[in-house]
Structure formats: C-alpha cells, structure tokens
C-alpha cells in the first residue's frame, strides 16, 4: 500500500509568487489534513477535508492560503502571495476514521526568499 | 482547549538504554486519543503508538510503550534497549473523539550515544 505523497519535496520561491503544493493521501482515507511547522515551533493544524468538503477550516492563517480536493482524492494548498513568514514544512496527513492512526506524508519544504 | 506539553527539548540515552519521553496534556472532554510520532532527520513523520482515553491498558508496540497515568494526564513515552537509529524527534499528539484534528507539542529531540 502506498503511503500519503507530497510533491514537491522542496521549493524556494520569491516573496510574492505562487506556490502550490499536492498531497496524494493513502487510496480509500476520506480525511485528509493540512498541518504547518514553522521554524522551532509546534506543528499547527491548517484544514481538514472529509472527502472533498471542509470539514474544519480553523487553522489557515489568512486568505492568502487556498485549499482544494477536487473528487475527494488528492488535494492541493496553494499560497498567494507568498510571503517570508509563510516559510516552514508543510505536513499532509491522511485517516480513515478518527480514532486510527493519522499517517503523513515527508511534508514539503517552503522556503520564501 | 486542548493542549500538549513536552518539557524536555533534548535527551540523550545510551544505546541499549531505556529512554522516558515525558508528555503531558490538558483537555476537557472525556474521551479523547495519544499519540507518538517519530521525525528522524530525513523528515517525515512516522506513527509510533497509540492509546485510547478509555483504553484499560497501556498501548506497547515493539520497543515502545506508552505510560498513560489518566489522573497526572500524563502519557509518556517509554523506549527500551535505545538504537543509534532511535536518535529523532519525538512528537506527542492528542486529537478529541471523532475526526478532529492533531494537537501536537513541541517535540523533544532525542540522540543515542553509541
């Protein structure tokens, strides 16, 4: 069984462009998280979707952060304008239900210069 | 609100030593659910174990143990005979009943001596 997918691993982009990352969550998890960490802090929630609905949108910091599942199958975040304090690893994590393990992805390394 | 608390930023065991990662949590609701979480310094973030708010029994899985003291909501994290390869960062998380969200501490980073 494949394990939930991010692309790209890395990216470094200027302050202003847009990025987009994608997350693939393990075939048949209807949940699927976003979460963020910044530099020497927590791990923060973003969204999560169930299925292709948002379920809890609470944690995106501000409109700049666009989130889509399209058919409830993978799901992409995209920034715009990127800007510096957007920089930090950006986790997807995927479930089948609540009480089962969340497995994550290798996260995706957001550089903003 | 919930909250989970890591008070060791770094730990350093000897190989083959047994290693406790504390975790405390606060939370209201009565049913709720722990877990660990490894990050080793490739990056990605591997499920270690899990325990249940009403679990009887403290979860193990291999090496790993979970000491859950639901009075001291506490729920620490035992690894026996440490490895070189256990050497990471260690997350504890919790999420409340249903299909909430993980609330994660700061982490604690752990490193083997050979």
């Known amino acids: 069984e494949a394990g939930v997918t991010q692309f790209p691993s890395h990216s470094v982009i200027e302050k202003g462009q847009t990025v987009t990352l994608r997350c693939d969550p393990i075939?048949?998890?209807?949940?699927l998280y976003w979460y963020r960490r910044v530099m020497g802090k927590e791990i923060k929630f973003l969204l999560h979707?169930?299925?292709?609905?948002?379920?809890?949108e609470s944690g995106m910091p501000n409109n700049r952060f666009l989130a889509e599942r399209t058919g409830g199958t993978y799901s992409t975040l995209k920034v715009q304008p990127a800007e510096l304090e957007d920089s930090g690893v950006y986790f997807c994590?995927?479930?089948?239900?609540?009480?089962?393990?969340?497995?994550f992805g290798d996260g995706t390394r957001l550089s903003i210069l | 609100a919930q909250k989970i608390t890591q008070t060791q930023p770094g730990m350093f065991v000897q190989e083959k030593e047994a290693v406790t990662l504390d975790c405390t949590y606060d939370?209201?609701?009565?049913?709720?659910?722990l877990f660990w979480y490894k990050q080793p310094s490739s990056g990605e973030m591997i499920f270690l174990i899990y325990?249940?708010?009403?679990?009887?029994q403290n979860a193990t899985e291999g090496r790993y143990s979970l000491n859950f003291q639901k009075a001291r909501k506490s729920a620490n994290l035992v690894i026996s005979a440490s490895q070189l390869g256990d050497s990471a960062m260690y997350f504890c998380?919790?999420?409340?009943?249903?299909?909430?969200?993980?609330?994660f501490g700061k982490g604690t980073r752990l490193s083997v001596i050979a």
């Open positions: 979707f169930v299925k292709e609905s948002k379920q809890d």
């Open positions: 325990q249940g708010s009403y679990d009887q």
């Open positions: 998380a919790m999420f409340r009943s249903g299909n909430t969200p993980l609330v």
């Open positions: 075939s048949g998890h209807d949940n």
């Open positions: 939370t209201s609701d009565p049913s709720y659910g």
């Open positions: 994590a995927s479930s089948t239900s609540g009480s089962q393990p969340q497995h």
